[in-house]
């Protein structure tokens, strides 16, 4: 029952946050008047509290596992927000060789893989997110090859919070969480089989071998087998003098390189407790693929071809 004003008010005070000066009030009611509510939410969103504001308490609990909006600036949000503000293809948040950093004309220290001072900086100085943050690519700033980066997911925010110690499962659990609106409860689907689980993942546990067959198979069958993409990623810190690992960096094994506990490209990581089930998946590389295009999961909107 509210007339086209009050609409574009609380249009403008959701999107934006804070209250439209006149002229953009009456520009957005105009729109609402005309049938075009969307141009109207188009005008909120210029404002730039929509991008230092909206956005980045949107994307902030995306980038920590306590899934708190309170946490410093980071390259994560600042590259959704970059993809967001430029209208870009948002699917390729999850894939694409991209990553947002302030404008060097700012005088802030250079964007880096083992420090967030950059962003810390760019968020300290008040400046506009809107109108300061230009796309460059992972391969440029972090010296990883274009083919490695995988959007968000290979951030250096992403690999503090999601490939710090652990086996990098974590990184899949909270990106299907985040993007793709669902846990490993609802992705759930004991009918797929094993054999890319790995081998630090007991078949017994607690002795009892149905626990792994009603319950741990139905995630470890897909995540585990997805989750090979990242073989070659880890977060390396000073776990005594930095347990935090606030200055620790991304590493990447690029092609030549060998990790003397697997001997070969392979994170150690993904070679843990090897003895909880000698049988499992030896992970061999970073080949990946998608279990879940079949069964219940493929409804999630992937292709099953």
Known sequence: TAGERE??????????????????????????LAGEASNAAYTAMEHTAFYDVTLKNLA?????????????FNDYMATVIGLVRDDADFRSVLYSDVLYVGNSSLGLPNPSISSNAHYEALEDGG?????????????????????????????????????????????????V??????????????????????????RSPGGDSRIFLNSCVG???????????????????????????LNGQMVYNQEGMTDASTGSRVQA??????????FGYITPDDSWENYWRSGRNQLLGWDST
């Open 127 to 175: 400046h506009s997110l809107k109108e300061y943050l230009i796309a460059s690519t992972q391969s440029e700033q972090y010296n990883i090859p274009s083919a490695a980066a995988a959007g968000i997911m290979t951030t250096r925010a992403s690999a503090h919070a999601f490939m710090k110690d652990g086996t990098n499962r974590a990184l899949f659990r909270f990106t």
């Open 269 to 278: 990581k993904y070679h843990i407790n090897a003895n909880n089930f000698e």
């Open 60 to 72: 902030a609990p995306w980038t920590n596992e306590a899934m708190s909006s309170f946490v410093p």
């Open 177 to 202: 969480l985040n993007h793709l609106c669902n846990d490993m409860e609802q992705l759930n689907d004991t009918s797929l089989p094993p054999d890319r689980v790995r081998q630090d993942v007991s």
């Open 219 to 245: 995630c470890h069958n897909g995540m585990d087998p997805l989750t090979q993409a990242f073989a070659y990623y880890n977060y390396d810190y000073n776990v005594e003098n930095d347990p935090e690992g």
């Open 7 to 32: 609409q574009a008010k609380r249009i403008h005070d959701r999107i934006a946050g804070v209250p439209p000066t006149a002229s953009v009030l009456d520009s957005m009611a105009a729109d609402i």
